[in-house]
């Protein structure tokens, strides 16, 4: 027979996993718009100025460090929150 907190803890889980793949998919999409951004940027360089391909070349590079550098600086923000969380909760 279950207890009334192994609902609740299982309901704490499903929660906290829906909390992690909301994450992911943002950090995803992110990253995927940055590396997006930069190649149509660095296409449009190369086709309004002949210097095909190395403005898509430049650019796709500097679309994807702008992509790592926004996972990380997410990626610490979410740490930060998380360890807050933990602070609070263990005060209570």
């Known amino acids: 027979m279950r207890k ?3 609902s609740h803890s299982d309901q704490g889980n ?3 996993l829906l909390d ?3 994450i992911a998919g943002s950090l995803g999409l ?3 718009v940055c590396i997006c951004v930069g190649v149509a940027i660095g296409r449009f360089i ?3 100025t002949g210097t095909s391909p190395w403005g898509l070349i430049l650019f ?3 679309g994807a460090v702008s992509g790592f550098w926004t996972l ?3 990626a610490v923000s979410y740490e930060r929150d998380e360890s807050r969380r933990n602070r ?3 005060r209570r």
């Open 60 to 62: 796709s590079l500097i």
């Open 20 to 22: 992690i793949v909301a």
């Open 46 to 48: 190369d086709v309004y």
């Open 72 to 74: 990380y600086k997410k």
């Open 88 to 90: 609070s909760s263990s």
């Open 14 to 16: 499903s929660m906290r």
């Open 4 to 6: 009334k907190n192994d």
């Open 30 to 32: 992110s990253l995927f």
